[in-house]
């Protein structure tokens, strides 16, 4: 199984600042199959980046992906108040497992 | 516009099967080449696929469940479901139904349902 490790666990910034967050494979992650999800308090997760830098329909432009192998970092390039919520990745490379997520809270 | 319902019972005892049934509504479980899944989150944890299945019949599992899942589709009520056996504490979770491609890079889980909470508990 693909372990995959992301951090840090809790970020805290300010809307109109940058945020990283980072996801890391316990092995390479075939074909790059790399999917970052938002998740909201009673929500479903909401995919936002597929194939590791692929933005989703609707996604706005400041989310980005990028990465490979066994490092994927997820960029928020100025963070709006809506964009505040729980990360998580996922590989589907081999099987089908999930980061532990990165809760990013108003500073 | 595609939409997945979970339903079933929120309380389930220790040693006793866990059943759940996802309905989808906005379009055809069968009409389309896409694959439906289950997911759980366990209250405070990470998000965990449980397996998923084709309207034909395939199915794949997590091989953590240790064989205890059984999924099935009933094409005729547009519906497809779950059930986990020998249940313990540790089955406790909100159970997600979701819909995906099943392969290449796009086979992201797009929809999801709510989630329903089931308690393992006597």
């Known amino acids: 199984e693909i372990v995959l490790t992301q951090s840090p666990g809790t970020l805290s910034l300010s809307p109109g600042e940058r945020a990283t967050l980072s996801c890391r494979a316990s092995?390479?992650?075939?074909?790059?199959?790399l999917v970052w999800y938002q998740q909201k308090p009673g929500q479903a997760p909401r995919v936002l980046i597929y194939?590791?830098?692929s933005r989703a329909t609707g996604i706005p432009d400041r989310f980005s992906g990028s990465g490979s192998g066994t490092d994927f970092t997820l960029t928020i390039s100025r963070l709006e108040p809506e964009d505040f919520a729980v990360y998580y990745c996922?590989?589907?490379?081999?099987?089908?497992?999930f980061g532990q997520g990165t809760k990013l809270e108003i500073k | 516009q595609l939409q997945l319902q979970e339903s079933g019972p929120g309380l389930v005892k220790p040693s006793e099967t866990l059943s759940l049934t996802c309905t989808v509504s906005?379009?055809?479980?069968?009409?389309?080449?896409?694959?439906w899944g289950w997911i759980r989150q366990p209250p405070g944890k990470k998000l965990e696929w449980i397996g998923s299945?084709?309207?034909?019949?395939?199915?794949y599992y997590n091989p953590s469940l240790k064989s205890r899942g059984t999924m099935s589709v009933d094409t005729s009520r547009n519906q497809f479901s779950l059930k986990l056996s020998s249940v313990t504490a540790a089955d406790t979770a909100v159970y997600y139904c979701?819909?995906?491609?099943?392969?290449?890079?796009?086979?992201?889980?797009?929809?999801w349902g709510q989630g329903t909470m089931v308690t393992v508990s006597s």
């Open positions: 979701a819909r995906h491609l099943g392969s290449g890079s796009a086979d992201t889980f797009d929809i």
């Open positions: 906005g379009g055809s479980i069968s009409g389309s080449s896409y694959y």
């Open positions: 299945l084709y309207y034909g019949g395939s199915t």
């Open positions: 092995q390479s992650v075939g074909g790059n199959y």
């Open positions: 194939g590791a830098s």
């Open positions: 996922q590989q589907h490379g081999n099987s089908y497992t």
